[in-house]
């Protein structure tokens, strides 16, 4: 947890406060004691009015100080404990959003939901509870023997006795429970994957009649985190009970022999009284650090889990190169030049010495078989990886030489699988451009073949859209992405087969619309039919990573033989005639 401590730099001031209050607070709880013993001395058992009257006042005095001390240091810890988690989230998706798809795939979407929620959570309340309870602690201990032994060594070193036993089981349990927590948290990623899968796939699953056997899949992985969690709160069980029986037993030795003591004389009623709150403050706090102590290995496991996110260094470094404009081809917008790239493992790279041009006003279209390297490209593109050999130049500048958020503001996506955040249509929308007006938007669905379908409905474009946009369908969800898309006015279009669940009515006024509106961008098309790209400038035949082909429909209809076959398993002998 030590690593964190830089996030509560900005909170130093309050920080200090609040230890001064809880000292405060300590001070006047270890104080009530030695009155107590004053008030049955010297004024109960002397008769001495005056000085009941007296000491009780002081004690109601010390009593409220430090009770307001307490409230207002409570008040402050988790005031602080609250903005340290909103810092701690904050800071780990920023971290998130520069991650590359490999630094994303290394921790997984479950595990990182769960860094962010549940670990910062339990790293937060570690922080409240350390500044309470763990603190004052230490203090609130040697101060209360201290005190002890100023009274009775006999019964002193009795307390010092239990204290002893205490931190030998505390240390005990300390090494037992700190790997299951561990354990624990690993569980909870594997619960939180699980469940995702199931949700999301939750279709499949009925589709192919196996809801049986993923809820016993399901419920299996909840046992096993319930049997480790059992584990841990059986040594919980065990502990706590036994430090409070012998806070307890200590209580009736106190008594025993300091009645003893008071019968011969060696000792005052008060002080007898002292000594057993000074037993209990001191056991009690104690008890405080025992619980604060075991809950600490699962703050440190979480905290060591949120630390691993925010020391991930970036695979994609931003100005990484010297930006040079190269002088080739002015006309161009984005050059693929001799590019080559393989995933992390794989043995064949999915695209080999890839080269070709992106020019302003022109469309470009890539076709090719299922892992041929389509998409491969776009995210070369957009930098979600680099490529291992070659170049990318947009503007005559590699992408590497680009800051991140430069370069994507130059690009309009539209991914394969359209995705919509929870909101209404126009905030979707926004999302290409903030602050775009409603006859911006209107225009922009209208080229995107929605603004009819949006219009009809009362709502317009304030209609509430689902998590996923799951409330639309899948015509209409790639539709809403195309707006978004048309409304950012970018540079360079990529359409990533997002024409694929469009009838061919629609695709056909879509891309009509979207010639007249794109005119002065590069459009970059991936598409797995001819019919969404057979008026493009350019298309590109890919082949098991390879461009195989370069030129218009009608040109590669007379020379790529692979472009032939994908021509020939969509269209009839009459069409192609």
Partial sequence: MTKLITFLKPYRTRITVMLMLLFAQTLGTLYLPTLTADIINSGIIKGKLNVVWMTGGMMLVVAFIAAVAAVWGTYLSTTVATHLGQDIRSRLFRRVQSFSTNDFNRFGAASLITRSTNDVTQVQQAFSIIVQMLLPAPFMTVAGLILAFSKDRLLAFMLLGFMIVILVAMALVAKKIGPLFERLQKQLDKINQTVRERIIGVRVIRAFN?????????????EVYG?????????????????????????????WFGGQQVVSGNMAIGDIMAM???AVLTLMYLLMGVAVFLFIPRAQTCAKRIHAVLSVQPELTEQALQPQISAENKQAKVVFDHVTFSYKGAEQPVLQDVNFTLKKGQTTAIIGSTGAGKSTLIHLLMRLYDAQSGRILVDGRDVQSYELSDLRTKLGVVPQKAFLFSGTIATNLKHGNPVASVEDMHHAAAVAQIDDFIRADPRGLDQPVDKGGTN??????????????????????????????????TDAKLRAALKAEVHDSATLIIAQRISTIIDADQIIVLDEGRIVGIGTHSELMQTCQVYQQIARSQFSEEELA
Wanted: proline residues 3%; positive net charge; aromatic residues 12%.
């Fill in 227 to 255: 049997s480790t969690a059992i584990k841990a709160n059986k040594i919980f069980a065990i502990l706590l009970p036994l430090v409070m029986l012998m806070m307890n037993l200590l209580t009736v030795l106190f008594i």
């Fill in 472 to 505: 639309f369908s899948g015509g209409q969800r790639q539709r809403l992405a195309i707006a978004r898309a048309i409304i950012k006015h970018p540079e360079i279009y990529v359409f990533d087969d997002s024409f694929s669940a469009l009838d061919f009515k």
């Fill in 210 to 222: 196996q809801t049986q056997a993923e809820t016993k899949k399901t419920n299996q992985t909840f």
């Fill in 276 to 278: 057993i709150e000074y």
